[in-house]
């Protein structure tokens, strides 16, 4: 992850105590995916609602053990 995502990814932190989504194996040099990501954290900011896995875009089976 590059400086840019680690400043969101702090800034969320800093308003909800947490960042609770699995981020650990996304490809962030795939097209498209590291701009989702800040739009989703910025959106969680702006409206009070912490992101999770399913407002970034990605989706794992219920009981899946990441």
Partial sequence: MD?????????HRE???????????????????KQRVLEAIERAIATDTPVNDESLGFSFPSGALL
């Fill in 3 to 11: 400086s840019e995502l680690m400043t969101a990814i702090q800034r």
């Fill in 15 to 33: 308003k909800f105590g947490e960042f609770d989504a699995n981020i650990a194996t996304v490809n962030f040099g795939a097209p498209g995916v």
